[in-house]
């Protein structure tokens, strides 16, 4: 990424987002990274036909 992405994406005060992270909200967190980046292949693609319906395709 280069620093004009970097602005336009993250670091612009008028269009950038920003999001309070409650402990609920990173127990989850870490309980979706342990099932999708483990090494459980059978969780992570149960995961993935559950939810594949909510993906925005940009094709």
């Known amino acids: 990424m ?6 336009d994406t993250t670091l612009n005060p008028l269009t ?3 999001k309070r ?3 609920e909200d990173a127990e ?4 979706a990274f342990d ?3 483990g090494s459980e292949v059978d969780a992570r693609k149960k995961w993935i ?7 925005e395709l940009d094709t």
Not at 28 to 31: E, K, P
């Open 49 to 55: 036909m559950a939810n594949a319906h909510k993906a």
């Open 35 to 37: 099932e999708l980046m």
């Open 2 to 7: 280069n620093a004009e992405q970097l602005w």
């Open 28 to 31: 989850r967190a870490d309980l």
């Open 21 to 23: 992270v409650t402990l």
């Open 16 to 18: 950038r987002t920003l």
